[in-house]
Nanobody, 124 residues
Framework: QVQLVESGGGLVQAGGSLRLSCVVS????????MGWFRQARGKAREFIVA???????DYADSVKGRFTISRDNAKNTVYLQMNSLKPEGTAVYYC??????????????????WGQGTQVTVSS
């Protein structure tokens, strides 16, 4: 059974930092592309960042220079370091996985397993 479990969300003031973690079980983590998405209330789920099985990364323009994705294959974990958080970053953050492939990592429908999400609230 494949499971993705996120943690690390919470309440933070604007300008602050949080680090999200996503632990994957039930599949070979080192062969997976991993993505982070977020969904604000009343809005569509949007791509934030992804890291491929080989370590290549891709960031949405809205988070470039502030967010950093990394992975630890020994721990089956992907991390999202979020700095300089903004109130518009308030959302539920989801990690997602897919077997490595050539489709764009920002393509939401290319991911086949998702975590339950973790709430991030940024106060102004």
């Amino acid at each position: 059974q494949v499971q993705l479990v996120e943690s690390g969300g919470g309440l933070v003031q604007a300008g602050g930092s949080l680090r999200l973690s996503c632990v994957v079980s039930g599949r070979a983590f080192s062969t997976l592309d991993m993505g982070w998405f977020r969904q604000a209330r009343g809005k569509a789920r949007e791509f934030i960042v992804a890291i491929t099985w080989s370590g290549s990364t891709d960031y949405a323009d809205s988070v470039k220079g502030r967010f950093t994705i990394s992975r630890d294959n020994a721990k089956n974990t992907v991390y999202l370091q979020m700095n300089s958080l903004k109130p518009e970053g308030t959302a539920v953050y989801y990690c997602a996985s897919r077997p490595f492939n050539r489709r764009l990592v920002s393509l939401r429908m290319s991911y086949d397993y998702w975590g339950q999400g973790t709430q991030v609230t940024v106060s102004s």
